[in-house]
C-alpha cells in the first residue's frame, strides 16, 4: 500500500498536491463535519441519558475543533505553499531578501508543523470519545449514525495525517531549501 503511495505522490508537483489534499481531504473533511455537526445538535436538542448528551457534546467540540484546523488549513498554509511554490519555480532566492522573508517561512513551517501535530492530539481524543462499539447500552439508531460519522472523520484525519507527514510537509521544506528559505 505504502508503495503505491509513494508512487502516486512521488512525483507530483506542490502545488498539484496542495490542491489534492485540499479538494480530497480538507473538503471532504469540511463535508463529513458538516453532517456529524448537524446530527450531535439534532441529538443534543432532545432530552437523552447524561452519557449519551455527554458524547454528542465531546463530539461537537472536537468537530468544531477540526473545522478550525481545516479552515486555517485552506485560509492560510495551502495559499502560502502556492506563493511558495510560484518562488521556487521564479528561482526566488531569499537569501537576497532583508531578513523578513526567511522569519515569515520560518514561521509558516513551524505552524504547519504544529497544526499537524494538533490532528494526531485529536485523532488521540477522537479514539478516547467513541462510543463502546459493543456495549450493553442500547443506542438509539441516531447515536449510531453520529458514532459512524465521528469514525469517518477519524478514518478521514488519519489519512491526513498521513499524507501532510509524509508528503506535504517534506515537499514544503524541500521548496523552502530551494530558494533558500529553510530553517
Do not use: W
Not at 1 to 9: F, K, V
Not at 23 to 43: F, R
Not at 92 to 97: A, E, Q
Amino acid at each position: 500500500m505504502e508503495r503505491i503511495l509513494q508512487e502516486q505522490y512521488k512525483e507530483i508537483t506542490l502545488p498539484e498536491l496542495a490542491d489534492k489534499i485540499s479538494k480530497e481531504c480538507y473538503g471532504t473533511l469540511k463535508k463529513l463535519c458538516e453532517s456529524a455537526k448537524k446530527q450531535a445538535d439534532k441529538l443534543n436538542s432532545l432530552e437523552l441519558q447524561q452519557s449519551t448528551s455527554q458524547y454528542t457534546t465531546l463530539c461537537s467540540k472536537l468537530i468544531t475543533e477540526i473545522e478550525g484546523c481545516l479552515i486555517t488549513r485552506t485560509d492560510i498554509y495551502i495559499p502560502y505553499i502556492l506563493q511558495l511554490s510560484k518562488k521556487a519555480e521564479d528561482q526566488h532566492d531569499c537569501s537576497n531578501c532583508t531578513g523578513n522573508c526567511k522569519l515569515s517561512h520560518d514561521v509558516q513551517l513551524l505552524e504547519l508543523k504544529a497544526s499537524h501535530n494538533n490532528i494526531k492530539n485529536i485523532l488521540y481524543r477522537l479514539q478516547m470519545v467513541s462510543l463502546p462499539l459493543y456495549s450493553e447500552t442500547i443506542y438509539p439508531d441516531a447515536y449510531r449514525v453520529l458514532r459512524n460519522q465521528m469514525a469517518l472523520i477519524e478514518s478521514g484525519l488519519t489519512e491526513l495525517f498521513f499524507l501532510e507527514g509524509h508528503y506535504l510537509i517534506p515537499k514544503v521544506t524541500e521548496a523552502q531549501n530551494q530558494i533558500n528559505a529553510g530553517g
